[in-house]
């Protein structure tokens, strides 16, 4: 079963404007969520962050809002550009010790082309 | 320092064959794990590893077998290989996610694809 889900497998947004990109979780333990992003042919890099202690954090260009009683967070590009055309990745972890430890539940990914 | 590395970067099995996918990091991290990528299905974790001689699996486990005999190394191995398991594997590995902080940032490895005739 999902627990961290990405409804919109792509999205298009012009160069300059405000890209968006949704995640919903399904699990009220997860209370730290991070943003990936991949290129074709590498790795997933981390990109940002947000502990549920907080509703928003920013760095640079890239803001992530988080809405714990709707289970949603968002990432926010502005404004975006070509190079931020990539697969990106929301996932989510839990705090509590245990077997789940350390580990982190992926959405399935939300292709972003940003086009000139 | 290398990061993460992964060897081979490419492989070709026929069905039944075996093979050993090797994860390095050089991070002194405590914590690496194995994902499977699929178009589609995001990446799923198969095993993954709290500690030098300590393994568990993750949500796709069925088919690999794993190894962490050494803090920086991590092994995957398939055993019978088989169509389904043709994909892209990456290895990450994290340092504190024990910590206060309640937060896990991976470091991923570039990735290997794997195909299975």
């Known amino acids: 079963d999902q627990q961290v889900k990405q409804n919109s497998p792509s999205l298009s947004v012009q160069e300059g404007r405000i890209s968006i990109l949704n995640c919903d979780y399904t699990?009220?333990?997860?209370?730290?969520f991070l943003w990936y992003k991949k290129y074709p042919a590498e790795g997933p890099t981390f990109l940002i962050s947000?502990?549920?202690?907080?509703d928003k954090n920013e760095d640079g260009r890239f803001t992530v809002f988080l809405n714990k009683s709707a289970k949603h967070l968002s990432l926010h590009i502005v404004p975006s550009q070509p190079g931020d055309s990539a697969v990106y990745f929301c996932?989510?972890?839990?705090?509590?010790?245990?077997?789940?430890?350390?580990?982190?539940?992926f959405g399935r990914g939300t292709q972003l082309t940003v086009w000139p | 320092n290398a990061g993460v590395t992964q060897t081979p970067k490419f492989r070709v099995l026929k069905t039944g064959q075996s093979m050993t996918l090797l994860c390095a990091q050089d991070?002194?991290?405590?914590?690496m794990y194995w994902y499977r990528q699929d178009p589609g299905m995001g990446l799923r974790l198969i095993h993954y590893?709290?500690?030098?001689?300590?393994?568990a699996k993750g949500e796709v486990p069925d088919g690999y077998n794993v190894s962490r005999l050494k803090k920086q190394n991590f092994l995957l191995g398939l055993e019978s290989a088989a169509p389904s398991q043709t994909s892209v594997y990456f290895c990450?590995?994290?340092?504190?996610?024990?910590?206060?902080?309640?937060?896990?940032?991976?470091?991923f490895g570039p990735g290997t694809r794997l195909t299975v005739l």
């Open positions: 947000i502990s549920s202690i907080k």
């Open positions: 990450a590995s994290s340092y504190d996610p024990a910590g206060l902080l309640n937060y896990n940032e991976q470091f």
């Open positions: 699990n009220s333990m997860f209370d730290y």
């Open positions: 991070m002194n991290h405590e914590y």
């Open positions: 996932a989510a972890s839990r705090a509590d010790r245990g077997s789940t430890l350390g580990r982190l539940y």
């Open positions: 590893s709290v500690g030098e001689g300590t393994t």
